[in-house]
Structure formats: structure tokens, C-alpha cells
């Protein structure tokens, strides 16, 4: 069911649990306290009968029912409607969850509308309720427990993503070829953190803006300081992680290249290596090739050729041959061939 928890709050404690919408706008009405409604993906119906019993902004309602909005804070008249991004850290995938959730606050309701499974706001109704002084500064306050759970689950998210980029940092240097995709996987998980944790600071400014206006109580002003101090800390470290896997990212480019460049310098130095063998067995081919030449020609046998009767007809092809050879042989070793 879309109606997780309902009650009605009276002096900070709580005094009746209605089990419909209809039933929670009556008892409302008869002790005038201040209503508390969670949804959990509630349909189109649901939200517009929230919107028309409490006089919700048509561009509110809209929003809340095509969901996937920015973190933002948006007042129109008396109601205060939030949007926040919570986020969870899957271990099992090590992936960072993020969800969506619609606050409306008014001088007598809140109204949560949940489309996710974070955060969890039955640990901050339990919460409050084992508060009574703080739940009875009224909404205000349930809209600062909502904020202070909100951040603190962005907790385990900064761990996971830390962890993250160690073991991306180890992944480096042991020339994973994964690593590049992790990188790039795990930036658009910072950048789609620091999207949702960003704006936090802004809102928190404007709700300390209007402490004095709306005429806040001290002492949730100074929790709302915490929750703002603990925002930015947060902020902090997204930016910091998204700075850590920009140089990564520079480190990997870097390591990737040097390692192409030791493969062409090997490549090189054997094709060196190669052309200087072969140069040594062109020139020994060479010199074998010239004698061999000699002797070919020397060696045939008509019957009319010239030279084939002298005396002197054999010392002279060894020494023709020799003298080739040896003439061969400085050549190429004067060109440093041998």
C-alpha cells in the first residue's frame, strides 16, 4: 500500500492512527494538531487529494507526480515544498543507489512522498516520537529530521566511494585494462552524487535565511546548523573524489601511453636488431655469391671457350675469386655491415 504510516500529532505526542487520507483530513480537522503523512509511491489520485485538502501548488503536485526532479526547496505561500535525492551504497554491487523524495510542509501537515527505499523515514518518526519536546516545534522540525537522515545516509555512500577509488588506485599500477572503465563508471556515479548532495547547501542556506522571518526556535536552529555543517562536509568529499578520478583518469592515459611507447621502442630495437642481421647475412651472401660466380662460369662445358687451355687458367679463378671475396669483404665491413 502507497499509505506506509499516518498519524496525528497532538503537543508532540501522538494520538490517533487513521487508516485512510479521508479519515486523517477528519480527525485534523477535530484536534487541530498537525498531521504526518508517508506515502510510498503513491498514484496520481493519492496526491491529489493531499493537494486538495491541504491547498498544495498546482506546479508542487505536478512535480511530485512525474517525480525525477532536482534536489531543490521551493516555497509557495505557507507550504514549503523540499525535493531531496537520498543515496544508499550497494555493497553486493558496489553501485551507489540514488532515490527521490518530496517533502510538503505546512503550518499543520507534513506530507512525505517516498519513491524509493531510502531514506528511512520510520527511523525519524521513531525517532521524534521518543522526542515529544522536539516533534511539538511542529513541521519544522519533522522537515529537519528528514534532512538530517537524508545526510547522514550519505554516510556509507562517502565510505563506499572512498573504498571505491582505492581499489582503483591499487587497479592502476597492476595494469588492470578494466580500470578504465571503472573510472569512468564511478565518475558518473560522483557526478550524480555531488548532483544530489550540491544543492543541500543552498536550501539549508535559505531555510537559515528565514529563521527570523518564520520566527524558528533556537534550538532547531542549531540543529539545522549541524545538519548544514555535516552537508558541507559531505559536499567536500564529492568534490574531492571527483578531483582523485580526474588525475586517475590523467595517471591511466599516462600509463597507457608509456606502455605503447615501451612497446614501439621494443619493436624498433628489434627491427634494428632484425635489418643488422640482415645486412651480416646479405654481405656473407655476397661474398659467397662472388667466388661461387666465378667458378659457375669456369665450370661449363663447351667445348670452345676462351681461357679453358692456359696453364696458368686455374691459379687465376682462385685468385679472381679470392680477390672478389676479399674485396667484398672490406667493402662491407667499411660500411659496417660485417
Same mark, same amino acid.
Given at each position: 500500500?502507497?499509505?506506509?504510516?499516518?498519524?496525528?500529532?497532538?503537543? =508532540?505526542? %501522538?494520538?490517533?492512527?487513521?487508516?485512510?487520507?479521508? &479519515?486523517?483530513?477528519?480527525?485534523? *480537522?477535530? *484536534?487541530? =494538531?498537525?498531521?504526518?503523512? =508517508?506515502?510510498?509511491?503513491?498514484?496520481?489520485? &493519492?496526491? *491529489?487529494?493531499?493537494?486538495?485538502?491541504?491547498?498544495?501548488? /498546482?506546479?508542487a503536485v505536478e512535480d511530485a507526480v512525474s517525480a525525477h526532479q532536482r534536489a531543490k526547496l521551493e516555497r509557495y505561500g505557507s507550504v514549503l515544498f523540499t525535493v531531496l535525492r537520498p543515496a544508499r551504497y550497494i555493497d553486493e554491487s558496489e553501485r551507489v543507489e540514488f532515490g527521490e523524495l518530496h517533502v510538503f510542509? =505546512?503550518?499543520?501537515?507534513?506530507?512525505?512522498?517516498?519513491?524509493?527505499?531510502?531514506?528511512?523515514? /520510520?527511523?525519524? !518518526? !521513531? %525517532?521524534?516520537?521518543?522526542?515529544?519536546?522536539l516533534l511539538r516545534l511542529g513541521p519544522e522540525a519533522i522537515l529537519y529530521a528528514i534532512l538530517d537522515e537524508v545526510v547522514d545516509e550519505y554516510a556509507p555512500v562517502v565510505a563506499g566511494l572512498e573504498n571505491d577509488i582505492d581499489e582503483i588506485e591499487d587497479q592502476l599500477f597492476q595494469g588492470d585494462p578494466a580500470v578504465s572503465r571503472r573510472i569512468y563508471e564511478l565518475s558518473r556515479e560522483v557526478i550524480e552524487f555531488q548532483r544530489a548532495t550540491r544543492p543541500l547547501l543552498d536550501m539549508l542556506g535559505r531555510l537559515e535565511s528565514g529563521f527570523d522571518k518564520y520566527e524558528i526556535e533556537l534550538e532547531l536552529r542549531r540543529n539545522l546548523r549541524d545538519v548544514q555543517d555535516h552537508a558541507i562536509r559531505v559536499v567536500e568529499?564529492?568534490?574531492?573524489?571527483?578531483?582523485?578520478?580526474?588525475n586517475a583518469l590523467t595517471v591511466q592515459s599516462t600509463l597507457v601511453a608509456q606502455r605503447q611507447n615501451d612497446e614501439m621502442r621494443f619493436l624498433t630495437e628489434s627491427s634494428l636488431a632484425q635489418?643488422?642481421?640482415?645486412? !651480416?647475412?646479405?654481405?656473407w651472401a655476397a661474398i659467397l655469391f662472388a667466388p661461387t660466380l666465378v667458378g659457375t662460369i669456369y665450370g661449363m662445358n663447351f667445348d670452345h671457350m676462351p681461357e679453358l687451355h692456359w696453364v696458368v687458367g686455374y691459379p687465376l679463378a682462385i685468385a679472381l675469386m679470392l680477390a672478389t671475396s676479399v674485396t667484398l669483404f672490406f667493402l662491407f665491413r667499411r660500411r659496417r655491415w660485417l
Open positions: 500500500m502507497s499509505l506506509v504510516d499516518n498519524a496525528v500529532y497532538v503537543d =508532540g505526542h %501522538r494520538t490517533a492512527d487513521p487508516k485512510s487520507l479521508d &479519515e486523517t483530513y477528519e480527525v485534523l *480537522r477535530e *484536534r487541530q =494538531g498537525m498531521a504526518w503523512i =508517508g506515502l510510498y509511491r503513491p498514484d496520481p489520485e &493519492e496526491i *491529489r487529494s493531499v493537494a486538495n485538502e491541504f491547498e498544495l501548488h /498546482g506546479l510542509t =505546512g503550518k499543520d501537515f507534513v506530507v512525505t512522498i517516498r519513491h524509493a527505499e531510502s531514506p528511512d523515514l /520510520g527511523k525519524v !518518526r !521513531r %525517532r521524534l516520537e521518543e522526542n515529544p519536546a568529499r564529492a568534490d574531492s573524489f571527483r578531483v582523485l578520478l580526474q635489418n643488422e642481421e640482415v645486412k !651480416r647475412i646479405s654481405a
